[in-house]
């Protein structure tokens, strides 16, 4: 890397060096301008800014509107330790991290499988056949806003005129005649869950789907002819193959699992009962934009940010230990 | 699924063809019910919304089950006047579009200069890029609002616009970087020779180039900023200006019993119909590019 102010095109060492100094042309200056300045001004005030001053503010005790902005140190930050609902809110996040990534990953690569290797035959290990229109029926949730997920999942739990209930009944379970699924403190958490999984497995098998296929075949044939079944293909070699891309897939569902407002906002907008499925930014929410208390609603965001990156931490850390590669991934939102 | 798992156990070596042949035949059955099972669990929601939006509130807390009387298009009608759908879709259309506009042009702009000159502080701002990827959104909800509200941006389209192209940016970056990082060096220089600016040699020939990564990156965009909805909620609170997803949700939730249920689902499908449409008719084109964004 240059360390020269000077616009230099970068192509590798057999650049010539009278390339090195270009002259400082209108267009060249207008050039950096628009293409690096605008962007840079607009990333710079609208994310690097609120994210920095997010860091100042929960060190204060403002309340937005009110003038006043004292320098409290950590209170906030003890204050939350101690606040019983955000450590549920807390709680409900982590354990929705655990079961929403894990249990969207299996069905996934489950589905993915049976897609890619499911197909009838002896020879080479071929696709099922006519499973294009299970791959584009899955990836449907994908193209639907988390918030219509939500709402249609909330119809269909409500009680009385839900269609859950209904079926149920009808099959002879009647004593879910009238249940309310997001209403009842045990099973409002994992009903929530299942919107979410239902909403992700589509895009994951779609993944997974064009990962195995991105193997090369004849790893598939060595495993057949060396007489590994099906199953154990499946687990021993596919697996391992695309780890980098379960890591993957395993960030992103973690984070979407560590934030999840869209989901709870659509299902139980309160927080469910007994604050079953309240998650810690829906509480962010309400405490800035109901309670106007927004030193101590950005130290909860700090809190979130923290357990964000460490749940990231602790995907790598498992995939290197248990001897994974160490290609980086990807982030993508 | 577990019954998949063991019959497939079973078929070990399979060089007898008749044996294997048969037993090949029952794992894809198994897996065609599998994959049956699963695509019901997805289209049967759909459908009974689709079939919701055609009854009258009564027919929907009456009988779950049953099919509409008769097509009730007036649903429709009310869902797009009535609850202001109609106002929400437009006010979508000019948010997201403008958006992923100026994402897409400001974004390639930005990756093609970070990937292709060499300069002081390049790598710094591709990190912190990363790093704006990273940090949830939640984190900088608070103070983005009062950027905004000093700009006086705060509740007006043009505030909403901007703030999802901030967002978006990040992303768009990252992911162009790479593509324009590919590019051959010998179609710049040429350009150049001839006489092509910087902005000729961009406009002209490098992002022409770009263009299967400039359309994965828009797919996801587009996606992204649909289905948008922390930012709009805490940021966009005049309801004249709510976008779908807001609108949507404070539709859903208003007072108990008052609710239209039959707008209300008219009100879905007019949200997801045309995006599921689109989908169908460039599923292979969307799923190329999705697995192309996710697989790298």
């Known amino acids: 890397m240059t360390t020269t102010q000077d616009v ?30 605008l962007p840079l001004a607009i990333f710079l005030i609208f994310v690097i800014s609120p994210f920095v001053q997010a860091l100042y503010y929960s060190l204060t005790d403002w309340s937005g509107f009110s003038s006043g902005m004292n320098f409290v140190g950590f209170d906030n930050y003890v204050k939350l330790f101690h606040d019983d609902i955000f450590l549920r809110a807390v709680r409900n996040n982590v354990e929705l991290a655990i079961v929403v990534p894990l249990v969207t990953i299996v069905l996934s690569l489950t589905l993915a499988t049976l897609v890619t290797v499911g197909g009838s035959g002896t020879g080479t290990v071929r696709g099922l056949r006519n499973s294009g229109y299970y791959r584009i029926v899955s990836f449907f949730p994908y193209v639907i806003p ?18 859950l209930d209904a079926v149920l009944s009808k099959i002879g379970l009647s004593q879910f005649a009238n249940y309310a699924w997001l209403g009842d403190a045990r099973t409002a958490m994992p009903a929530s869950m299942f919107v979410m999984i239902w909403g992700g497995v589509g895009f994951y098998m779609v993944l997974f789907i064009a990962a195995i296929r991105g193997i090369d075949p004849e790893v598939f044939e060595a495993a057949r002819i060396d007489g590994a079944g099906r199953f154990r293909t499946a687990i021993f070699l596919t697996v391992p193959l695309i780890r980098d891309n379960v890591q993957t897939a395993y960030i992103y569902l973690g984070i979407a699992a560590l934030d999840a407002f869209v989901y709870m906002q659509a299902l139980n907008p309160g927080g469910g009962p007994q604050n079953s499925t309240l998650v810690m930014p829906q509480q962010l929410f309400t405490t800035a934009f109901t309670k106007g208390q927004f030193g101590y609603s950005t130290a909860m965001g700090v809190i979130l940010a923290a357990v964000t990156m460490l749940f990231a931490l602790l995907v790598f850390l498992v995939n290197r230990l248990t001897g994974g590669s160490e290609r980086k991934v990807k982030v993508r939102r | 699924m577990t019954t998949t798992a063991g019959q497939a156990d079973v078929v070990v070596g399979s060089t007898t063809s008749g044996k294997g042949d048969r037993e090949g035949r029952g794992v894809a059955t ?53 609850a202001g759908i109609g106002q929400y879709f437009l006010n979508t259309v000019i948010v997201v579009g403008s958006a992923l506009v100026l994402v897409m042009v400001l974004g390639a702009m ?47 389209l043009p505030g909403l616009i901007i703030t999802y192209v901030a967002f978006a940016l990040p992303f768009t970056v990252f992911f162009l970087h790479s593509f324009f990082k590919a590019l051959p060096g010998e179609v710049y220089e040429a350009a150049q020779i001839d006489g092509a600016g910087e902005w000729r040699s961009f406009f002209s020939v490098m992002l022409p180039m770009a263009r299967p990564g400039m359309a994965s990156v828009a797919i996801f ?25 807001q609108g949507m949700a404070s539709f859903a939730s208003q ?6 249920f ?12 045309p995006v599921l449409v689109v989908y169908i008719f460039f599923q292979r084109q969307l799923q190329v590019s999705v697995t192309a964004g996710g697989v790298k």
């Open chain 1, 8 to 37: 230099v095109p970068g192509d590798g060492p057999k650049r010539s060096v009278t390339r090195r100094r270009r002259p400082l042309t209108f267009d060249r200056v207008s050039f950096m301008v628009v293409f690096l300045g």
């Open chain 1, 146 to 163: 988390a918030i219509v997920i939500g709402l249609i999942w909330a119809q269909v739990f409500t009680p009385g005129s839900g269609i």
């Open chain 2, 30 to 82: 198994t897996a065609h019910i599998a994959l049956i099972l699963w695509s019901l669990l997805v289209i049967l929601p759909l459908i009974w919304t689709l079939l919701s939006s055609f009854k009258s509130t009564q027919e929907i807390l009456g009988n779950p089950l049953s099919l509409p009387s008769k097509l009730r298009f007036g649903n429709y009608a009310n869902a797009w006047t009535t």
């Open chain 2, 110 to 156: 930005c990756a093609y200069v970070l990937a292709r000159f060499q300069f002081f502080g390049n790598r710094v701002i591709y990190y912190s890029m990363l790093a704006g990827l990273t940090f949830p959104v939640f984190l900088a909800i608070v103070p983005l609002f009062f950027v905004l509200k000093n700009f006086g941006l705060l509740n007006t």
């Open chain 2, 221 to 245: 965009n587009f996606l992204g900023l649909w289905n948008q909805f922390l930012l709009p909620v805490a940021l966009n609170t005049n309801s004249n200006n709510y976008v779908l997803s």
């Open chain 2, 255 to 260: 007072a108990g019993y008052a609710v239209d």
């Open chain 2, 262 to 273: 039959g707008a209300l689902f008219a009100a879905v499908v007019i949200t997801v119909a």
